[in-house]
């Protein structure tokens, strides 16, 4: 018996999130279904990262447990030719058999893709949130700052989180531009139920000028949901990256 580790892509678009449901196809569900067939064993994966519906993923992690005499290296090809379109398995590997993709430190990094422009790009639709208000970088950019490090980020997660400690750290958070594209690129030890989405949409009445970016210290400060922006649209949302220590 080997443990597996998987490096996937995907659109979310077409689906209900990572996690396994019953209102909907979700991709942890897909990936499972293509390799029990490809085995021929009753396999579940164990993903690293639940992202929610819509939200796509360009570096989640996935491990399995597995008899399979398939070399570990191919297996990343063999599911490929026969999963869909919107989701690929980048990398597979070989990892100790109590490697746990949740509960090993790491660091993820999340971007949040914006096209800025005064009407729809409808090629762009699936993947960049639509803003037609011109946006403020640079008071985004010093309203960003306040995030960076330990922090206590109740505030910027759903009311609905079951966790009992909200407090994580930040360890780089860019906002980068390429004509009308903005990127918002984040950086941490671990992320709340809707933080990067929330953050997002905070960021973004800053840059609407609704609130002024010292703003966001005092939204910190207040460890109050109804005190933060709007949680921006899933779609906009990219996993780029987990890298484990």
Not at 12 to 30: D, F, K, L
Not at 122 to 137: G, M, Q
Not at 184 to 211: C, D
């Amino acid at each position: 018996m080997k443990r597996v580790k998987l490096t996937i892509a995907y659109d979310g678009t077409n689906y209900c999130g990572w996690q396994v449901q019953p209102n909907g196809i979700t991709i942890e569900e897909v990936l499972n279904h293509t390799l029990q067939k490809l085995t021929g064993e009753d396999i579940l994966v164990i993903g690293a990262s639940r992202t929610d519906s819509g939200v796509h993923a360009m570096g989640n992690v996935a491990v399995f447990d597995t008899a399979t005499t398939i070399p570990t290296e191919k297996i990343a090809v063999a599911l490929n030719q026969r999963l869909p379109e919107d989701i690929v398995v980048v990398k597979s590997e070989d990892v100790a058999s109590d490697f746990h993709p949740r509960y090993c430190d790491c660091s993820k990094t999340y971007e949040y893709h914006i096209i800025n422009t005064r009407i729809p790009v409808p090629t762009k639709r699936l993947t960049n949130y639509f803003v037609s208000y011109v946006l403020d970088i640079e008071k985004m950019r010093k309203a960003a700052s306040y995030l960076v490090g330990e922090h206590d980020f109740v505030s910027f997660c759903n009311v609905r989180t079951d966790v009992e400690n909200t407090v994580r750290t930040i360890t780089a958070l860019d906002i980068l531009t390429n004509g009308d594209e903005i990127t918002i690129r984040i950086t941490g030890n671990g992320f709340l139920y809707n933080m990067v989405r929330i953050i997002v949409g905070t960021l973004i009445r800053v840059g609407r000028g609704f609130y002024e970016p010292e703003r966001v210290k005092e939204i910190l400060e207040a460890k109050d949901r109804k005190a933060a922006g709007v949680t921006a649209p899933a779609h906009g949302l990219m996993l780029m990256e987990i890298k484990y220590d």
